[in-house]
């Protein structure tokens, strides 16, 4: 059984910087093209940054330039280090494969504060 783990998440003033951090298990992240989501409240859930096994990235507009999405094989883990924190980036964040499967985790809740 998969499982997906989220943490890092908090309460940040505008430009600051949070560092996220993904756990998987039942799940290889060596094998898997890995992404990030997030959900804002009454939106619909958008994808946000991606790792493909090939050692490339890619990340959504918004996000370009400020956000790095890396990997550790060792750990079994994906990180998200989001820097110059805006308002509109405040949403829940979670972690899937970058073809997301029905083993979503909880999240973890990113506030930024103008």
């Known amino acids: 059984q998969v499982q997906l783990v989220e943490s890092g998440g908090g309460l940040v003033q505008a430009g600051g910087s949070l560092r996220l951090s993904c756990a998987a298990s039942?799940?290889?992240?060596?094998?898997?093209?890995m992404a990030w989501y997030r959900q804002a409240p009454g939106k619909q859930r958008e994808w946000v940054a991606m790792?493909?096994?090939?050692?490339?990235?890619n990340y959504d507009d918004s996000v370009k330039g400020r956000f790095t999405i890396s990997r550790d094989n060792a750990k079994n883990a994906v990180y998200l280090q989001m820097n110059s924190l805006k308002p509109e980036d405040t949403a829940v964040y979670y972690c899937?494969?970058?073809?997301?499967?029905?083993?979503w985790g909880q999240g973890t809740q990113v506030t930024v504060s103008s």
């Open positions: 039942g799940l290889s992240v060596n094998f898997n093209d």
């Open positions: 790792t493909y096994t090939v050692g490339t990235t």
């Open positions: 899937n494969t970058g073809r997301p499967r029905d083993f």
